[in-house]
């Protein structure tokens, strides 16, 4: 008995004692190494592997980045799709989603629904998408980019990841207001909305939230204006009514659990007030309550309107 259980081990196909491979790529598709002699389908289950996408592994030790898994995506996306939206710009540098969230990708009409389970595929009506790659993976052009940023997105959201963008040198607004004139897609009069309020002076989210609040309600204010006197530069604020010295900051909560910042933040305060300034404080709190952000500054400048 025994030496037929050796003999059957013996008959057993080679592939399945095939030894672990020196070396294996940071993200590769399973189905390709096994088509290549290089892992045995029993490997892919192995824990010194983990799935990124359907088909697409990474060995263990590698973190997963929003980056590797756009990497993952371009294996196995239609050959014509390319990184767009909040993907392309987290991978160029502006890190607007992580790696849990899906991949976001344009092709031609027709490309949508490619059924990949992590990969966000849209369809463009019109072209050029572009030509140029990021790390061998498709990418859009600048203005595909801003489109796929601003179409879909509630306005304050749009508007602050084109400020970002824009901040960080990935598009020109005046060239992408130019591009917008003649398209006719869907949700173009919201991307040039968008584009018309973007600017890249501000440098947060809640900053542009907070700006495009307040330029909606009529108030002319000037994003990371520095506040001078004769000592020089008091402080650099996030938005200004320059002539009403009415200064409008966000808080994060950041400020409350640094060392010593509530001590930083209340003398800069001082010398603002010094300077013959009115500070405006706005919370995460301040901007759930839809009308709170705009009637605080209201009554900021009824104050200073107010004869002293």
């Not at 590698?62 to 898994?69: A, Q």
């Not at 294996?75 to 767009?84: N, S, W, Y």
């Not at 749009?158 to 207001?177: Q, S």
């Amino acid at each position: 008995m025994d030496g037929d259980r050796t003999s059957a081990a013996a008959r057993l196909p080679e592939v399945s004692r095939r030894r672990w491979p020196d070396e294996l790529p940071d993200v590769f598709r399973g189905s390709a190494a096994v088509a290549q002699g290089v892992l045995t389908p029993g490997q892919l289950r192995n824990p010194r592997l983990a799935r990124v996408l359907h088909d697409v592994y990474r060995p263990a030790h590698v973190p997963l980045t929003h980056s590797l898994k756009c990497r993952a995506a371009s294996l196995v996306a239609p050959t014509d799709a390319r990184l767009t939206g909040r993907s392309l710009a987290t991978v160029l540098g502006v890190p607007l989603l992580g790696p849990s969230d899906d991949v976001e990708m344009v092709g031609p009409a027709g490309a949508a629904g490619a059924g990949v389970r992590g990969i966000r595929l849209r369809a463009a009506s019109r072209g050029p998408l572009g030509s140029a790659t990021w790390q061998d993976v498709p990418i859009t052009t600048p203005e595909r980019l801003a489109y796929d940023l601003a179409a879909r997105f509630d306005l304050e959201t749009a508007v602050g990841h084109l400020d970002a963008v824009a901040r960080a040198g990935l598009i020109d607004l005046d060239a992408l207001a130019g591009w917008l004139l003649d398209r006719h897609d869907d949700d173009v009069c919201r991307v040039r909305e968008a584009c018309a309020l973007a600017d890249p002076r501000a440098e947060s989210p809640p900053e542009s939230v907070c700006r495009v609040r307040l330029v909606r309600a009529g108030l002319d204010v000037v994003p990371q204006h520095r506040v001078r006197d004769h000592r020089g530069v008091v402080a650099r604020v996030d938005l200004a009514l320059l002539e009403l010295r009415i200064a409008i900051e966000y808080e994060g909560a950041w400020h409350a659990a640094v060392a010593d910042q509530l001590h930083k933040d209340r003398q800069r305060l001082n010398r603002l007030r010094e300077a013959g300034w009115l500070v405006v404080y706005v919370t995460a709190e301040t901007l759930r309550e839809r009308g709170a952000l705009v009637d605080a500054v209201r009554r900021a400048i009824a104050q200073r309107m107010r004869p002293s």
